[in-house]
């Protein structure tokens, strides 16, 4: 396992630090948005660094691809409903996998 570096949590930070501040005067649908945004960009680096495991018991690639798609909703008219439902589902997911491991 590579190690993570001090940059790249910079980075990671950085990122989200900015995505708060922009919320302050953005549209209410920016907040999922910018989460799941950084969600992906924390799962890419923590993939980069040897964290993940590709053939690993959770197979994170669908959750990722999920989560974009719903990124991309979020930005839609009228999207809260259709959003909070995939998000629900993809939250259920989760906690499948988070039991296997109990």
Same mark, same amino acid.
């Given at each position: 396992?590579?190690?993570?570096? @001090? =940059? !790249? ?10 995505? /708060? ?17 950084? &969600? ?7 993939? !980069? ?11 994170? %690639?669908? &959750?990722?691809?999920?989560?974009? /798609?719903?990124?991309?909703? +979020?930005?839609?008219?009228? +999207? @809260?409903? %259709? +959003? /909070?439902? =995939?998000?629900? /589902? ?9 039991? =296997? !491991?109990?």
């Amino acid at each position: 396992m590579s190690e993570l570096s @001090q =940059k !790249e949590v910079l980075k990671l930070i950085s990122h989200m630090t900015s995505s /708060a501040r922009g919320l302050i005067y953005e549209p209410k649908s920016y907040g999922p948005f910018r989460l799941i945004d950084s &969600i992906i960009k924390l799962y890419q680096t923590l993939e !980069e660094a040897d964290v993940i495991k590709e053939n690993g018991e959770t197979d994170f %690639d669908e &959750i990722i691809s999920e989560l974009e /798609a719903v990124k991309r909703d +979020c930005l839609e008219e009228d +999207c @809260q409903e %259709d +959003c /909070a439902e =995939k998000l629900d /589902a993809i939250i259920n997911k989760l906690v499948v996998e988070l039991n =296997k !491991e109990i």
